[in-house]
Structures are given as structure tokens and as C-alpha cells.
């Protein structure tokens, strides 16, 4: 039988430091956490550096980091593991969750609030003093190894509606708030990811600031890092600024034709 996992998993173990720039103290917070076992939560928008942030720690601290995408199918047994059966019986396999802590290593849960309530509580004993995990089906339980770290990120006020973290669950992190990065920071991030000069990185910025403030005519996505250094990898493969601003940042944010032609005229007037 195949050993099936659970979909959205990665694990990083190589040793090449990822590229990243603090915003703010995030990195000595983290540290701490890290030293005195708390669990820490990231909240921010889509394309903010979270993920990048937690890969560099994880780096940073000499820990593997082990990345779990959360949906709505996910189970308990998803996490722990589960007895898989063989021509020769059945064999225990650890689930990602149980892995991690035997390993000391970080276990990121990405968009945490997608997962079932069934599935977030089994995280409670292990983001609070308890630091074990017991396991049902085998009678173990399983202490975290040293240097063992729950960290979980989401994005609030997405689309969210019904979706959110019970405050037993909460209480049970230290948060850390990402946002879009202050603006000389954010050209420095686009110019290093995306490859382009100054001068490009910082009109593509600047667009931002200004596609941004849209939120407030109905622009319910605004432009993230990311889409900046999409656009950004396309101008450094040759093409026309306005055109990479339209495929990268102005077709993937909206399909309403008012509010695309109100951001291709802020593209025109930012690429001359
Ligand atoms: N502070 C930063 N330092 C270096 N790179 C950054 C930083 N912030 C954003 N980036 C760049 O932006 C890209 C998107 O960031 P990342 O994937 O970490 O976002 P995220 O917050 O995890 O988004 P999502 O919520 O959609 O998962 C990264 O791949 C990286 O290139
Ligand atoms: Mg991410």
C-alpha cells in the first residue's frame, strides 16, 4: 500500500539561508519564543512574507521545518498518523505532526482557521506548558524533543464569514502581525526578488500604494509583495512594464471592468 500524505506537505532541511528582511522586531520575538517553548501565530495578508519569515527562522535556529497546508479535509490522523495495513500486517506511520515533534523540529500549519475545530484541538497540548501528544490509536505519548515549535499562520478577514480560531485556541499562541512592508523596505524586497533597479522596484511600489488605497472604492484584494515581484521577474525578462503591471497585478486582482480600468489608468500614469 502506498504511504499517502497528506496533500500541501513540504519539509525543509537544506542549509541555504533564505533571504530575508526584518520589518520590524519579528526576529528577536521569535527568537525568544523559540528559547522559552511558546507557540507563536502569524497573522497578515496574502503575499506578506510569512511563509518566507518562518523558513528563514527555521534556518536561523538550525531546525528542520516542517510545513503543513491546512484545508478543510483535513483530519486528526492527517496529523498524527495513522496504522497502515501491509501484506505482513499492519505498521504504525507517523502523521507529519508526531514527526516533527520527535524530530525537534518546526511544524508550521499554514492557514490554520481552513482546518476542522475536530483538528485544531489536538494542537492544545501542544501549544500550551503540556508539550505532549497523545496518541490514541497506539497508547503513546509523545513528548517534544527539544527545540520542537508550533507556529501557524492565517490571514484575517479573508473571505472568512463563519471561519475563525475558538480564543481557547488563540490563548494558546504568542501573535505576531505581519503587514505590507513600509515602503523603502518593499522596493528593496521587490528590486532583490524580482530583479529589478531601483528605479523599477520603486514605481512598482509606489503603484501599489496607490492600487491599495482602492480598498476603499471596493477593491476587496489589494496588491500583495508577491504580485510586485511577479510583476517585477516579468519586466526583468524584457517585458513592457505596463504590460507586466497588467498580467501580473492588474488581471489577477479583479474582474469588475470599472475598477481594472481604474488601475490600468494609475498603471499608465506610473509607467509613462
Ligand atoms: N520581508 C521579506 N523579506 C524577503 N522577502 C519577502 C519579504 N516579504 C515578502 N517577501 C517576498 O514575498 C514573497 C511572498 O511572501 P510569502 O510567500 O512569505 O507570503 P505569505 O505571507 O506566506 O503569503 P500567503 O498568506 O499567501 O501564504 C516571498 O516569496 C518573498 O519573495
Ligand atoms: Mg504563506
Given at each position: 500500500?502506498?504511504?499517502?500524505?497528506?496533500?500541501?506537505?513540504?519539509?525543509?532541511?537544506?542549509?541555504?539561508?533564505?533571504?530575508?528582511?526584518?520589518?520590524?522586531?519579528?526576529?528577536?520575538?521569535?527568537?525568544?519564543c523559540h528559547a522559552r517553548q511558546l507557540a507563536v501565530l502569524l497573522k497578515g495578508p496574502t503575499g506578506c512574507g510569512k511563509t518566507r519569515f518562518v523558513e528563514y527562522m527555521a534556518w536561523r535556529l538550525g531546525r528542520p521545518l516542517i510545513t503543513i497546508a491546512c484545508h478543510d479535509d483535513l483530519t486528526a490522523s492527517d496529523l498524527i498518523g495513522r496504522f497502515l495495513v501491509r501484506h505482513d500486517g499492519t505498521q504504525w506511520q507517523d502523521g507529519p505532526l508526531t514527526r516533527a515533534l520527535r524530530e525537534g523540529a518546526i511544524c508550521y500549519l499554514d492557514e490554520v482557521v481552513e482546518a476542522r475545530q475536530d483538528t485544531i484541538v489536538v494542537l492544545h497540548p501542544l501549544a500550551d506548558h503540556r508539550r505532549t501528544l497523545p496518541i490514541d490509536k497506539t497508547g503513546e505519548t509523545v513528548a517534544a524533543a527539544e527545540g520542537f515549535q508550533l507556529v501557524?499562520?492565517?490571514?484575517?478577514?479573508?473571505?472568512?464569514?463563519?471561519?475563525?480560531?475558538?480564543?481557547?485556541?488563540?490563548?494558546?499562541?504568542?501573535?505576531?502581525?505581519?503587514?505590507?512592508?513600509p515602503l523603502d523596505q518593499e522596493v528593496q524586497i521587490v528590486s532583490q526578488e524580482g530583479?529589478?533597479?531601483?528605479?523599477?522596484?520603486?514605481?512598482?511600489?509606489?503603484?501599489a500604494v496607490r492600487l491599495r488605497a482602492l480598498r476603499d472604492r471596493g477593491l476587496a484584494e489589494v496588491p500583495s509583495t508577491r504580485l510586485l515581484i511577479a510583476a517585477a521577474r516579468l519586466i526583468d525578462s524584457g517585458i513592457d512594464p505596463k504590460l507586466a503591471c497588467q498580467t501580473a497585478?492588474?488581471?489577477?486582482?479583479?474582474?469588475?471592468?470599472?475598477?481594472?480600468?481604474?488601475?490600468?489608468?494609475?498603471?499608465?500614469?506610473?509607467?509613462i
Open positions: 500500500m502506498n504511504i499517502v500524505e497528506p496533500i500541501g506537505l513540504s519539509e525543509q532541511h537544506d542549509n541555504k539561508e533564505p533571504w530575508y528582511l526584518p520589518t520590524g522586531q519579528e526576529v528577536e520575538v521569535f527568537e525568544q501557524v499562520s492565517y490571514n484575517p478577514g479573508y473571505q472568512r464569514m463563519l471561519k475563525d480560531l475558538k480564543p481557547s485556541t488563540r490563548q494558546r499562541f504568542v501573535g505576531l502581525d505581519f503587514d505590507f512592508p530583479g529589478v533597479d531601483y528605479a523599477n522596484a520603486h514605481a512598482l511600489v509606489s503603484l497585478i492588474v488581471a489577477p486582482l479583479s474582474d469588475d471592468p470599472t475598477l481594472g480600468s481604474a488601475m490600468r489608468d494609475l498603471v499608465d500614469a506610473m509607467f
